[in-house]
């Protein structure tokens, strides 16, 4: 019995091929977009830039609190408003606010100033988040030839691949930039990535699909609501997974800098270690569909499961070099588990609503993180970084347990999937 989490009966679309040719450019503009919507020289040394500019390390994650809390607040609505109104205007929009927060740090200096970049992040995050996978899911629905669901697992994986990728060569730039400018200076570089975006927002056509009744927003939101967290198990458990496993391996991005400073680890250093790490999650994410074809769902979800603990637990027991190589983990299971859940969820919904879903995703994954980070923050002030570390390996382990076990069996019980219409 096939029980992968991807697997369900393929849709189906028609191809008009008079679309093909428009649509054709959607490919390698929406993989541009996600990559330079995330290609920035802070990423690896952001908690260092942070406290140059007068925060401390609770502080920081209390800007991601921020960060995480106006994401909630945008994060649904502008789902809705992409499938409702198209998700190229949301993109548009979106990546006018990441250039105006890119423009922003280059000035900002304390929280309150901070807390602008971020908003701006938010906003353009927000808009841009789920808008651009529906987008090239559904582009890739159309320029299907045949019946082979091969295609459609690439949208998610291609939009991951490109993110990591994008955090990898920004990292390695970043550690090249050390060497010869401050980081005062690569702010202001980052200030002419962040309007690319913009620019290749232009690019994109909006794909045919059904959409949602415009008169019935209620009926609309209460009808997703129902498909994604009540009828469909297997859905509501991809979900709780996407909002909440998906923690223990953030949790890991925003701590192991200050770890690297603490064990003594060069700031010209951060950025090879960042995108070695980074490279390590694209290429996980890349074959992740094969790793779960190979060794199966269930031992898929105990490699998710596992690998966060051991790597909190690296952190807590073991030296600077061998930590970063177990902490590898981290970045494996990242790669492995976002494709193979997020694949999951869009193959289980409707066009109509996809970007909506996708944002839902986010949401509860946003807002498990603003609840958490002030306690994450608190123990870091209270007990210290390795004591924190312990703790979150000890709360992993909780998480895989309680979301990743049942949807296992689930999974397994889901032989059969009644197929969702494009």
Request: proline share 3%; net charge neutral.
């Amino acid at each position: 019995m096939n029980d992968r989490l991807s697997d369900t009966e393929p849709e189906r679309s028609g191809v008009d091929p008079d679309l093909i040719r428009a649509l054709r450019r959607n490919l390698p503009a929406t993989l541009s977009l996600s990559f330079f919507q995330v290609f920035t020289f802070l990423m690896p040394v952001i908690v260092i830039f942070f406290e140059t500019r007068g925060l401390s390390l609770s502080e920081v994650l209390l800007l991601q609190a921020w960060f995480g809390v106006l994401l909630l607040v945008c994060e649904v609505p502008s789902g809705y408003i992409a499938d409702m109104l198209g998700r190229r205007g949301a993109i548009i929009v979106g990546a006018l606010f990441l250039g105006m927060g890119q423009t922003v740090v280059v000035f900002a200096h304390g929280f309150w100033e901070l807390a602008v970049f971020e908003g701006c992040l938010a906003i353009g995050m927000a808009l841009i988040s789920g808008a651009d996978l529906a987008l090239l899911y559904d582009t890739e629905l159309v320029l299907e030839r045949d019946n082979d669901s091969s295609g459609r697992q690439k949208a998610v994986r291609r939009i991951f691949i490109a993110r990591n990728l994008s955090e990898a060569l920004s990292a390695i730039g970043t550690s090249v930039l050390l060497v010869f400018v401050t980081l005062n200076e690569i702010v202001v570089a980052q200030a002419f990535f962040g309007w690319l975006p913009l620019v290749i927002a232009f690019l994109l056509v909006e794909p045919p699909r059904k959409r949602m009744a415009s008169g019935d927003h209620r009926g609309n939101l209460a009808r997703i609501l129902r498909e994604v967290l009540v009828d469909d198990r297997v859905l509501r458990l991809v979900f709780l997974a996407l909002a909440v496993w998906a923690l223990t391996t953030m949790y890991a991005a925003w701590l192991t800098q200050a770890y690297w400073r603490e064990e003594g680890v060069e700031l010209v250093y951060f950025g090879y270690i960042w995108g070695a790490l980074s490279l390590i999650a694209a290429i996980s994410g890349q074959y992740a569909q094969r790793i779960e074809e190979r060794i199966g769902t269930p031992a898929t979800l105990l490699l998710m499961g596992v690998g966060p603990v051991a790597g909190y637990l690296a952190y807590g027991f073991l030296g600077v070099a061998s930590a970063i190589a177990v902490s590898s983990l981290f970045y494996v299971c990242r790669g492995v588990g976002l494709v193979v859940l997020r694949d999951a969820l869009n193959r289980r919904v409707s066009s109509e609503y996809r970007a909506t879903a996708n944002s839902l995703a986010s949401f509860g994954f946003r807002a498990a993180f603003a609840l958490t980070a002030p306690v994450v923050g608190a123990a870091l002030d209270l007990w210290g970084l390795n004591t924190t570390l312990l703790l979150l390996a000890a709360a992993s382990g909780a998480i895989s347990v309680s979301i990743l076990v049942p949807l296992m069996f689930a999974a397994r019980d889901a032989s059969s999937v009644e197929p969702v219409e494009a």
